[in-house]
C-alpha cells in the first residue's frame, strides 16, 4: 500500500501521517526521504510510493534517532542498498537502538521499552555524516528535544522541522512533550523565524507558512510546566514526586512508557530550573529532593 505524496515546490513532497515524512527530489528521480517513520511497515508504503512514481531511493537522511523517525531505515537499506545519513551523535543510537531506551529509563530498561516505540531495527549510517547531503539541502541544527537534531532546508524554501516543536493537539492530549534540554529547546523555538523559508513542516504538526504562533503555543506550555514544577518543590520533593504531582494536575495516568519519557522529560525540567537558580537540591534521609528557591 502506497502512501499519499503532496507536492510542496518543484524537487520537495511529504508524506503525511502521525510522523511527517519529507521527500526530496534531485535529477528527476534520485529519492531522498528526511525520516523513515516508525517501523518496517512505514518503510514498505514508502518505498512503495517511490517506486510507483519512479523514484529511486538514494539515500534516508534522520532528523534524529528516536524510533518513529527512524524505524524503516533496516527495512529501505536491506530493499535498495540506500545510504543512511544522520548527525554525528544520531548515528551512534542508529547502530545502537538500546541507547534510547536505557538512556530514558537510566539503567537497562525493562522489557516494557525494549519494543519498537522505543527501538528502532539497526540500521548502518555512513561515516560521512551530513557531509553527505546532496546539493540543495542544508541541514541546520536544532537542539532541545535530542541530541543532535537537525532539521533540513530545501532549495524549495521548504524546512523539515523535525520535533523542535509540537502541535496544539499533541499538546494539549499528552501536555509533556519529550524535551532533553529545555533551555536549548525555547532558544530554537526563537530561532525559527529568522531561518526565513516559505513553508515550515514539523514532523508532528500541520505544515505552516507562519510558525509564530505554534512556536508562542509550544513555549507557554513548556513555561506552564515549568510553573508546575517549582509549585511541586514548594516542599522538598523528589523527582518521581514532581512527576505525580504534574500528571494529577492534567488528570493523567502514568504507564511504564510515559514514566520513562514524561519522568526524564520531568527531570530535564528540574536541570534547568537548578541551574538557573530556582531549585536547590539536597540529600535527605538518602533520597535526592529539591526545593523551589
Not at 502512501?3 to 510522523?19: A, K, Q, V
Not at 519498537?116 to 557531509?131: E, I, Q, T, V, Y
Not at 540543495?136 to 541530541?147: C, E, F, K, M, N
Request: proline letters at 5%; a negative charge; aromatic letters at 10%.
Amino acid at each position: 500500500m502506497a502512501l499519499e505524496m503532496i507536492r510542496l515546490g518543484d524537487n520537495t513532497y511529504y508524506f503525511p501521517g502521525s510522523t511527517n515524512i519529507g521527500l526530496f527530489v534531485k535529477d528527476s528521480n534520485d529519492a531522498y526521504l528526511i525520516d523513515s517513520g516508525n517501523d518496517k511497515e512505514a518503510g514498505r508504503k514508502l518505498l512503495s510510493s517511490l517506486n510507483s512514481s519512479g523514484l529511486s531511493l538514494k539515500a534516508v537522511i534522520n532528523t534524529h534517532s528516536n524510533a518513529d523517525h527512524c524505524g524503516g531505515n533496516q527495512f529501505l537499506q536491506e530493499r535498495t542498498g540506500c545510504q543512511v545519513l544522520s548527525p554525528d551523535i544520531e548515528s551512534a543510537f542508529l547502530k545502537n537502538p538500546v541507547l534510547e531506551p536505557s538512556i530514558l529509563y537510566g539503567g537497562m530498561p525493562p522489557s516494557d521499552l525494549m519494543n519498537k516505540f522505543f527501538m528502532a531495527k539497526p540500521s548502518r549510517p555512513d561515516g560521512c555524516g551530513l557531509s553527505a547531503l546532496p546539493e540543495g539541502l542544508t541541514a541546520i541544527q536544532l537542539p532541545g528535544h535530542y541530541y543532535g537534531m537537525c532539521g533540513y532546508l530545501t532549495c524549495d524554501q521548504v524546512f523539515f522541522a523535525a520535533d523542535c516543536l509540537f502541535s496544539k493537539n499533541v499538546l494539549d492530549k499528552y501536555h509533556i512533550a519529550f524535551i532533553l534540554d529545555i533551555g536549548a529547546f525555547l532558544k530554537t523555538l526563537d530561532m525559527l523565524p529568522t531561518i526565513g523559508c516559505k513553508l515550515f513542516v514539523p514532523s508532528h504538526a500541520e505544515p505552516t507558512d507562519d510558525i509564530s504562533g505554534i512556536a508562542a503555543t509550544n513555549r507557554d506550555k513548556v513555561l506552564e510546566i515549568a510553573g508546575l514544577v517549582l509549585d511541586a518543590c514548594k516542599e522538598p520533593s523528589m523527582p518521581d514526586d514532581v512527576l505525580k504531582h504534574v500528571f494529577d494536575h492534567y488528570g493523567l495516568n502514568l504507564d511504564m512508557g510515559q514514566y520513562a519519557l514524561a519522568g526524564s522529560t520531568i527531570r530535564s525540567y528540574i536541570t534547568y530550573l537548578h541551574d538557573l537558580g530556582k531549585l536547590e537540591r539536597c540529600f535527605k534521609d538518602n533520597r535526592l529532593r529539591f526545593r523551589t528557591i
